[in-house]
């Protein structure tokens, strides 16, 4: 079975509430192996907005890509997710970082729908600082570890700050 990672983040509302219920409906349809813990990370791109919850967890599915990402994005709208501005605040975020070894990407005529490993996943800190929790020696293809990739993110530490251990106390 694939395993998969799975970003999450939150600055709108109750912020752990948000990431606990997307991950609670999201782990009736796959196997959640592992949770991160829970880090408060300053917004980036468009800073003029609240701080981020953020946390990753590690999972196995038989759901292929797309069809992973499409229960993603029903599930940030079960949550509760209003569309707004890129980069912008959100209720919830789920983002397919990575897929096993698998190097993806799918558009059509008129988007890029989905690529795998998240392309944007060596300058987000807050996204490696809780991959790093659960899963240091993934590789990304094409790109490196994830604890390599987090070390090469060292200048921006201040910026992400563990706040609790667990995203489900267990």
Same mark, same amino acid.
């Given at each position: 079975m694939p395993e998969a990672l799975? $970003?999450?983040?939150?600055? =709108?509302?109750?912020?752990? %509430?948000?990431?606990?219920?997307?991950?609670?409906?999201? $782990?009736?349809?796959?196997? =959640?192996?592992?949770?991160? %813990?829970?880090?408060?990370t300053a917004p980036m791109y468009v800073t003029d907005q609240p701080p981020y919850l953020n946390a990753a967890i590690r999972i196995d599915t038989n759901l292929s890509p797309m069809a992973l990402l499409t229960k993603l994005k029903e599930i940030e709208r079960l949550v509760g997710r209003h569309d707004g501005r890129r980069y912008g605040p959100r209720e919830i975020d789920l983002d397919l970082v990575g897929y096993g070894a698998l190097a993806y990407r799918y558009s059509d005529a008129k988007k890029l729908w989905l690529q795998v490993p998240h392309p944007r996943t060596p300058e987000r800190r807050?996204?490696?600082?809780?991959?790093?929790?659960?899963?240091?020696?993934?590789?990304?293809?094409g790109l490196d570890r994830v604890d390599r990739l987090l070390r090469q993110t060292e200048g921006d530490a201040e910026t992400v700050r563990r706040i609790d251990d667990a995203l489900f106390p267990i």
């Open positions: 799975i $970003a999450l983040g939150s600055n =709108v509302g109750d912020r752990l %509430a948000f990431l606990r219920k997307a991950v609670g409906v999201l $782990a009736e349809i796959v196997c =959640v192996r592992a949770l991160s %813990a829970i880090y408060e807050f996204v490696l600082e809780p991959l790093a929790d659960i899963a240091p020696e993934y590789v990304l293809p």
